[in-house]
């Protein structure tokens, strides 16, 4: 998000009174419950980038885990004089360090797959909409067919025959997301085409590459914000859901979905902490990048501006 | 409308051949099921004679037409694992299924309907907000994280409910097996319904506030109130009316959604219905079953759309359904 905004192209003739980014930025803080979002966001994000240097202990490297810690309950001292705030797992993990480790997983397969969906489904919408005609039929046909079946099923075909793997399940997700971004950016492109600027673009006898990439793309960019910001938090979901299902990452990236999955058994017997913690770390990474997004959805719709 | 159906039904029978193509070279690509149900010590003449019982020895287009020829018999294969017909085993555990997507649209329905109702009526009242906070934290909430914790505080803690399987089944109509004919049943289903209901509640709680609230500024709202007609019966009859329209196509087509999502409750809950047979065979790569029930829920979605498109004309006059829309 914090990088996607000063992207929003800033029209010279405006920035003389107030310039766009600014006038967003002011807007989306005006919100108190955005803000609060947009602060969890960013711990959240720090959290995940800095895991290796805030995190207790590092829960993958073997020599620092002694098996007689498993599945104390948080709270508890470690035998090193350091204290497990969120307990450890059955393997004598620290929950925080592994909770840690696991945003930075899930974050970074959830972003990678929004971005290259962002683009393969930004071109497929820009070229349906600027082509026309039979490019344009086929690929929304694509997209109805695609959107009328639920993601999860979606998700679940794909691993069934790609097989599991990371690359998989970044793969499964771009092929579900970029439909979302196909349709958004076409219904924004229609809009703008008919505008006066693209037909001065086109009098000015532009390439077609120039007039789609500097002239219609910018002037779509506002919904498709929106959209991605949605679609990240659904892919962090989605992610989650299939490793908790045994279908998604492979136990070597070790996820906050396949943290929950390996303490579910141990759920039944009341030690509830191994799969809570890593829940609500699911959790406030889910909420603060919806809030981030409804407060988004306002501040750049064109019609609430002030 | 006999015509609508007709073209309808042919398109479908398309999708479904489609469907059935990609599905079925798709799942052949997974990996080699015979590692997997082959005994390793098992011989080379072993080997092949289990091959060949499966018929995973002639060449892939063979096997599709084998398997396409059954299909129209209603015979989509024999699990590799079960040793039955896929289909059976697919039907077999549909009712389970079924219930639970029910159970979960019906309390969806009957809370999110009146709630998003009252939000919107108020929505700045504290009650309104609440709701409508309520549901982004239910639009937010993992479905699968949010089962483990109610089996942790009402099975674990509380030791109020059952945390896994369906528990004892009646027969309705001396057909279907279901759970919530009895109590002991009852407590079985109450929580994978919630569970798999709190997306869907979250859904229908926003569409119904924000219809309730656009209708309320439009003038044949402002034309009863001003007739006189009492407060529940401008609610009642011409918002709540008005807004049934978009509620009922979104529920029909998320009941499609409900039935795949039912896959993650059912796996949390140990619930024996079609969705953790599919996680079950994939895991195993028991191919026959997990073609079928693909194949059955294409031609699910593709019934519950054809309803619901039948269903809207009946609700809306102003809609007609023509060839055109099919």
New interface residues.
Partial sequence: MRTVLPETPAAPAERAAESPFHRIATDFLSNPVAVVGLGMLMLVVLAAVFAPLISPQNPYDLSQLDVMDGRLPPGSKSPTGGTFWLGTDDQGRDMLSAIFYGLRISLAVGATATVLALIIGLSAGLTAAYFGGKTETVIMRIVD?QL???A??IA??L???L?QGTGKVIAALVTIQWAYYARTVRSAALVEKRKEYMEAARCLALSPVRIVFRHLLPNCLPPMIVVATVQV?AAI?LE??LS????GLPITEPSL?LL?ANG?QY????K?WI??FP?VA??LT??SI??VA?QLRDVLNPRLQK | MLVFIIRRSMQSVV?LLIMSLL?FV??F???NPIDILINPQADQIDRERAIAALGLDKPLWEQYLVFLKGALTGDLGRSFVHATSALGLILQRMPATMELAIAAMLIAVVLGIPLGLWAGLRPNGIAGRTIMAGS??G???????VG??L??VF???LGWLP?TGRGPTTLLFGLIPVSFLSWEGLRHLIMPATNLALFKLALLIRLTRAGTRESLLQDYVKFARAKGLSNSRVIGVHVLRNILIPIVTVIGLEF??VI??A??TE?VFAWPGMGKL??DS??LLDRPV?VSY?LV?VTL?IFI?LIVDVLYSALDPRVRLTDSKG
Avoid: E, K, Q
């Fill in positions: 067919i009328s079946f639920p999860i099923l679940l075909i691993i069934a025959v097989g938090a979901a989650a859901t908790f299902l045994g279908l979905g929950i579910y759920l039944l017997s009341g509830y799969s809570f829940g699911l959790l889910i909420v919806n809030l409804d | 999708v599905v798709g799942v690509a997974i990996g982004i934290l639009f937010s909430l993992p479905t699968f994280w483990l914790m089996i942790m099975s674990v803690m945390s499609g959604s795949a999502f896959i993650v796996s599919l996680i994939i895991n997990i693909l829920i979605f759309n």
